[in-house]
């Protein structure tokens, strides 16, 4: 019995020792108002010296700096603490391929432009009046050209139009070739109808169709690719955090000052399993995003080899040029086959003199411009240059989604080694990091996620990527799949069970209510039918203060009884 006695008063003075320093230790919050006042808080929110912290509802609830309303507001502050780092790198990312995007798109732009100066130029001193007499025929060409690059096959059937274009230019060139006839329109019906026949431009036609619909397929595509990115990246950055997220970061950030250590900072693999819990969907977006930036890198090699689009239009001027100067070399030859074909036509009634055919007759020749005579490059650089350096932001922007928390575990408010908060003391955070995405967080020993509930934006995402993805790899093809309609269909809802109004935040501020635990029933029995949610055990440890008086009750008691048998 004296054993028993000697070791229930080692017990209470070993546990009331320990209460003593930790309530020594809290016996001013100076550092904690300091730190706390820094943030814009009321410094008047801060007790004096520590408090019994039963009532707060995340941090540990011994001696405690803290009240409910300061672990409130310190809630709103992880917020947007956490999100700032976040936001910021999902800006970078807008930010970076907007610009690519503004780029190539004013460059293909430029190049349109300049090619349809260039050949307006060109085919002035080149061919006078006859060529200004005709002109609407190449604005209309370029024009249509401009259409298809901004909506694609939806506005302009790029094969048929190039198809028209030739003979009508057919049309117009036999007329000025055979000013002596008379032609009906059902002639040149006839005359259209043996464009392919008779190949008058020569293997231009075909030569031409091939690059042009495979450049602007290739250009287009790879612009739209690029405009999407941004897309993709903001409407992710507005999904919202689960409120156990946010419990997890304030818990993270902030419980530290709570226990009067201001200074102290999180473990680093602690952060990354938090960070990996509360961006668990956004890491599953991983996987389509990697797919979409290796198709978006195959086109661009094809925009800089085969499928350029500079090398395409520069010297389409020359190209058009050199169809019209085989027209006018076998000029005699393409006639006899058409008066073969569709008849001899009528003298033109109007026609009086050799003189008459002369002035009338298309007789110039092309002559080349010098190459500085040439248009200065679009936009001041290069398809090449434009290529090389987007190549290199993809590349760097790989694995972006689920490197994320490793991205944010690294700041200067996280510690590497071992003297740093585990999320109840200063010491060696012990769990195992777990692994990125939703279906890894099962195991998460720090937030509670859902992993029946992916979120409905990111799934949304990735089906735009998914779609985009095959655009482009059709491109790389040189096929045209154009979309009914370039919507994402991305929705406004996110699959975090967030009703308030802070939903249009990236994390909302969790429920300072004791039912966060759902899917819980009062004994701690899982309820039926509740959501799969993995299990994250409080570390909300008893008071210093309820230790010590749970001693002094059982040595009482212990007193009591050995009393009792003495007598």
């Known amino acids: 019995m004296k054993s028993l006695l ?19 230790k809290l016996n001013n919050c100076n550092e904690v108002r300091a730190a706390y006042s820094s943030k814009g808080f009321n410094v008047n929110d801060v007790p004096s010296k520590g408090i019994n912290g039963v009532p707060l509802k995340v941090c540990p609830q011994g001696y405690s700096c803290c009240t409910v309303e300061m672990e409130e507001k310190l809630s709103q502050q992880s917020h947007t603490e956490i999100k700032a780092p976040v936001s910021k790198l999902s800006t970078s990312i807008q930010s970076t391929f907007k610009q690519r995007h503004d780029h190539f798109d004013k460059f293909f732009r430029e190049l349109l432009k300049n090619a349809e100066i ?7 001193k080149t061919y006078g009046m006859m060529y200004v007499q005709n002109s609407e025929l190449f ?11 901004v909506s694609g096959s939806a506005a302009v059937n790029l094969d048929s139009m190039l198809s028209e274009f030739w003979a009508d230019l057919l049309e117009r060139m036999f007329r000025l070739v055979n000013v002596q006839y008379e032609f009906s329109d059902t002639y040149m019906d006839c005359v259209s109808r043996h464009t392919e026949e008779l190949q008058p431009f020569g293997d231009v036609p075909r030569k031409l169709r091939i690059q042009l619909t495979r450049s ?3 250009a287009r595509t790879f612009v739209r690719g690029l405009a999407l990115m941004p897309e993709v990246a903001n409407k992710v950055s507005t999904v919202s955090a689960s409120p156990s997220c946010v419990r997890a970061a304030m818990k993270m950030l902030y419980c530290p000052y709570c226990s009067g250590q201001v200074a102290l900072k999180p473990c680093q693999n602690y952060c990354l399993n938090v960070m990996r819990g509360c961006l668990a969907n956004q890491a599953d977006l991983d996987t389509e995003w990697n797919n979409f930036l290796d198709a978006m890198h195959s086109l ?3 925009l800089e080899g085969p499928f350029n ?3 395409v239009m520069d010297p389409i001027d020359v190209k058009i040029s050199d169809a019209i100067m085989n027209m006018q ?10 008066f073969q074909g569709c008849g001899t036509p009528k003298i033109s009634a109007g026609f009086r003199s050799k003189r008459s055919v002369k002035e009338s007759t298309f007789t110039s020749r092309f002559r080349p411009y010098s190459p500085e005579a040439r248009p200065t490059t679009a936009a001041g650089t290069s398809l090449d240059r434009l290529t090389i350096e987007v190549k290199k932001k993809l590349k760097h922007a790989k ?10 575990c690294v700041s200067e408010g996280i510690a590497a080694g071992d003297e740093c908060w585990n999320g109840t003391a200063k010491s060696r955070y012990e769990s195992d990091v777990i692994g990125s995405g939703l279906a890894n967080q099962i195991s998460n020993p720090d937030v509670d996620v859902d992993i029946t509930k992916p979120d409905i934006v990111i799934r949304s995402q990735i089906a735009v990527l998914k779609e985009m993805t095959s655009r482009l790899k059709a491109a790389h093809s040189g096929v045209d799949i154009t979309a009914e309609s370039d919507d994402d269909g991305s929705g406004d809802e996110s699959g975090s069970s967030c009703d308030g109004p802070n939903c249009d935040m990236y994390f909302s501020v969790p429920p300072t209510s004791d039912k966060e635990q759902g899917g819980k029933a009062a004994g701690g029995s899982e309820v039926a039918g509740s959501p799969r949610v993995n299990s994250v055990q409080s570390n909300n440890s008893a008071g210093v203060t309820s230790r010590g008086s749970m001693a002094l009750a059982l040595c009482g008691l212990a007193l009591a009884l050995l009393a009792s048998r003495l007598r």
């Not at 000697?6 to 020594?24: D, F, K, M, P, R």
């Not at 604005?139 to 690059?149: A, D, I, R």
């Not at 076998?330 to 058409?338: A, D, I, P, Y």
Request: negative net charge; contains cysteine; charged residues 15%.
């Open 329 to 338: 070399e076998n000029s005699m030859q393409v006639s006899q086959k058409v």
């Open 399 to 408: 694995k972006f989604w689920s490197t994320l928390p490793e991205t944010v």
């Open 309 to 311: 689009f500079e090398s």
């Open 139 to 149: 604005k209309n060409f370029f024009q249509s050209l401009t259409q298809y690059y």
């Open 300 to 302: 661009a090699e094809r």
């Open 216 to 218: 602007f397929i290739a």
């Open 6 to 24: 000697a070791l229930c008063v080692v017990w209470t003075v070993a546990v009331l020792s320990v209460s003593g320093t930790e309530e020594q």
């Open 118 to 124: 260039s050949l307006d130029s060109m085919f002035v």
